[in-house]
């Protein structure tokens, strides 16, 4: 589910269509938004989205490509960091807002829940080992 939210919104973005998944998530615009994008998660958030759906698919069950895994989900996170870093350093570019889809950054706590999600994942894999096995 996560990894098709992220991609009908790319597709929503690349093609100019409204295809209203996003009326699944947010039922009223915010104020200021345009009608157009209200609800849509940003395009930043789009990619973050389809990179951790892929991880989870990949990584569901017994793993067969671990690293791959782990690669989709950092580079999910690289998406947010560089986010926060813009929010921190008040450089919108950073954070996705720019001239050809002003309103579609990746939103400050998105990203802070991103970054906390693969924290919380990491410091569960250091208490428990790679294999499942409790650190002694």
Not at 39 to 55: D, H, K, N, Q, S
Not at 67 to 80: D, P, S, T
Not at 99 to 109: N, R
Request: net charge neutral; hydrophobic share 50%.
């Amino acid at each position: 589910m996560v990894t098709f939210i992220g991609v009908v919104t790319l597709i929503e973005y690349l093609v100019g269509v409204d295809l209203h998944v996003d009326r699944l998530l947010v039922l009223r615009p915010a104020v200021g938004e345009p009608p157009s994008l209200y609800g849509r998660p940003g395009f930043p958030t789009a990619w973050a989205l389809v990179l951790i759906g892929l991880a989870l698919g990949l990584m569901d069950g017994r793993p067969a490509l671990p690293e791959l895994a782990q690669g989709l989900i950092v580079l999910a996170v690289m998406i947010a960091l560089l986010a926060l870093t813009g929010f921190a350093n008040g450089v919108p570019s950073f954070y996705g807002r720019v001239t050809f889809w002003p309103h579609t950054g990746m939103a400050l706590h998105t990203a802070i829940l991103l970054t906390f999600a693969r924290c919380q994942r990491d410091c569960r894999t250091a208490t428990s080992g790679l294999d499942g096995d409790t650190l002694q």
